[in-house]
């Protein structure tokens, strides 16, 4: 079946819109029973299929997914296969103290290589490069900042994962006057998320999943030992079931404990024209390092195989609306073009060629989670901040331990079924996340009041 496809304009990613359109799985029709439903074809969901699978081949396993997959945070992401766990480290640090902080620390680091093998392991063809990650401070606060995180690091026992770079190096890597230093950390990569999710795709279906685009799930409900999934042509029963829709698990109906363990929050994207040769050497960034600015509302910049630029972050916004479709960010895609011109005035005439946007999954205490509902027969997680990339795939082997019931070092880690902080209900949710917004945007603007900046 070659179902519909969105347009490529603001609400399709570069990503999206740069291959071809797929050929979309048909939509469940009628009733199926199968050992596991997931719930979500995205990053997590899909890792899950194919664990349990290849872990167990006897064992029935059905993916149901909304729109497409790729349609979510997966297929429009900035493609980052990095370690940060949750928000900062000092973050969890406050949360969950230091021996919490480093075992994430850990958990984060081995995502990044279980990507890494991943790809090399199955020939996933998704543009993956290993190429580093560079995290830039643009004055001196900023700088005394990510000193503190390279002393941290070494507190907890990752410091070798990190190397500090001065000015005088980062500038001559790449050549902007705004970067003041530099932590290089060659433990990072990056791929095409939309590439990436479509081959997982691939890998669960020949391991023996069955997957179903076009399937939104209307409600869940239980009987007896078995669990039902209510969808506009069938349901699906199923004895176990994952969710797994980070920022769309508010819209789950059935399961009210999962809507205030986070909240949707949109963040923006955009994408430069292709470069011209000599632009490229004006910039530099040979190595093609990923860049994450030390803002505390960041930005994220990346070279494409193709030429170009992309950039996210920047402001935010919260998800809402039934579809959570698409938001009013036009303010933020301009700010975003003028950042990149500032930090390279080579690109002043470059045009953007593409911009879109997307929620992430927040939880209240910044922390990833992964957890039960009633009884571990339904498991959910969310909560990845928007460093979802290597945390959702590693999470996919967590959870399918875990759905069988298989003890692993993995199982045993501290943010599984943890004691979370609540979104509270509206308006007090609305409330708490203007505060904090406000926040971080006042943070930034004191922090940066000593740099000029167009349009500041």
Same mark, same amino acid.
């Given at each position: ?6 347009q ?19 939509p $469940? ?14 990053f997590?969901?899909l ?8 872990d167990?081949p006897?064992?029935?396993v059905?993916v ?11 297929g429009?992401?900035g493609? *980052?296969?990095?370690?940060? *766990? ?5 973050i969890?640090?406050?949360r ?10 850990r ?5 990044v ?9 199955h ?9 580093g990650? !560079? ?8 700088l005394?900042? $990510?000193?503190?995180g390279?002393e ?5 026992g ?5 190397? *500090?770079?001065?000015?005088d190096?980062?500038q001559?890597a790449i050549?902007?006057?705004?970067f003041?230093?530099?932590?290089f ?29 076009? &399937? ?6 239980? *009987?007896?030992?078995m669990?039902? !999934? ?8 199923c ?23 986070q &909240? ?11 470069? &011209? ?16 600015d030390?803002?505390? !509302? ?6 494409t ?17 039934a ?8 303010q ?5 073009e ?15 060629d593409y ?14 989670d992964?957890?039960?509902i ?8 969310n ?11 590693l999470?996919g082997?967590?959870i ?15 943010f599984i ?14 409330i ?7 926040? $971080?945007?006042l943070?930034?603007r ?11």
């Amino acid at each position: 079946m070659n179902a519909s496809f969105p347009q490529a304009d603001d609400a399709v990613s570069f990503w999206q819109a740069n291959e071809a359109r797929p050929r979309l799985n048909a939509p $469940l029709a009628g009733d199926l029973v199968v050992d596991v439903a997931i719930i979500g074809g995205g990053f997590t969901g899909l890792s899950v299929a194919r664990e349990i699978k290849t872990d167990e081949p006897g064992r029935s396993v059905a993916v149901l997914e909304g729109q497409f997959v790729g349609f979510g945070a997966s297929g429009r992401n900035g493609g *980052f296969n990095m370690s940060l *766990f949750g928000l900062e480290p000092e973050i969890t640090i406050l949360r969950w103290g230091k021996e919490r902080a480093a075992e994430a620390q850990r958990y984060m680091i081995r995502a990044v290589h279980h990507v890494r093998d991943l790809v090399a392991r199955h020939d996933i063809r998704s543009d993956y490069q290993h190429t580093g990650m !560079l995290r830039v401070a643009y004055n001196g606060s900023q700088l005394r900042r $990510l000193e503190h995180g390279l002393e941290l690091a070494s507190k907890l026992g990752v410091g070798s994962e990190y190397v *500090f770079r001065p000015k005088d190096e980062i500038q001559s890597a790449i050549h902007s006057e705004r970067f003041q230093g530099a932590v290089f950390e060659a433990n990072s990569g990056i791929l095409n998320p939309y590439k990436h999710v479509r081959e997982l795709k691939r890998l669960a279906e020949e391991a023996g999943a069955i997957i179903h685009e076009l &399937t939104p799930v209307l409600d869940i409900s239980r *009987f007896g030992d078995m669990i039902r !999934l209510r969808t506009p042509q069938g349901s699906v029963d199923c004895r176990k079931l994952v969710i797994a829709v980070n920022a769309w698990s508010g819209h789950i109906k059935g399961l009210p404990k999962i809507r205030s363990r986070q &909240t949707p929050v949109w963040t923006s994207q955009v994408v430069t024209a292709p470069l &011209t040769e000599a632009q490229w050497a004006e910039i530099g960034w040979a190595d093609r390092a990923s860049i994450e600015d030390n803002r505390q !509302l960041i930005h994220y910049f990346r070279r494409t195989v193709c030429g170009r630029i992309t950039m996210g972050g920047g402001d935010v916004q919260r998800g809402r609306g039934a579809e959570m479709g698409r938001m009013d960010v036009v303010q933020t895609w301009e700010a975003l073009e003028r950042h990149l011109k500032w930090l390279f005035p080579v690109l002043k005439d470059v045009a953007i060629d593409y911009r879109w946007g997307g929620p992430v999954s927040v939880n209240l205490d910044m922390t990833p989670d992964i957890g039960f509902i009633g009884d571990q027969r339904v498991i959910y997680a969310n909560g990845c901040i928007g460093h979802g990339v290597s945390l959702t795939q590693l999470n996919g082997r967590t959870i399918a331990d875990l759905v069988l019931e298989k003890k692993s070092d993995l199982t045993d880690i501290w943010f599984i079924n943890r004691k979370a902080i609540p979104w509270p209900p509206e308006p007090l949710g609305a409330i708490a996340f203007a505060a904090i917004a406000s926040g $971080l945007r006042l943070w930034d603007r004191i922090e940066e009041r000593d740099l000029v900046k167009p349009g500041s």
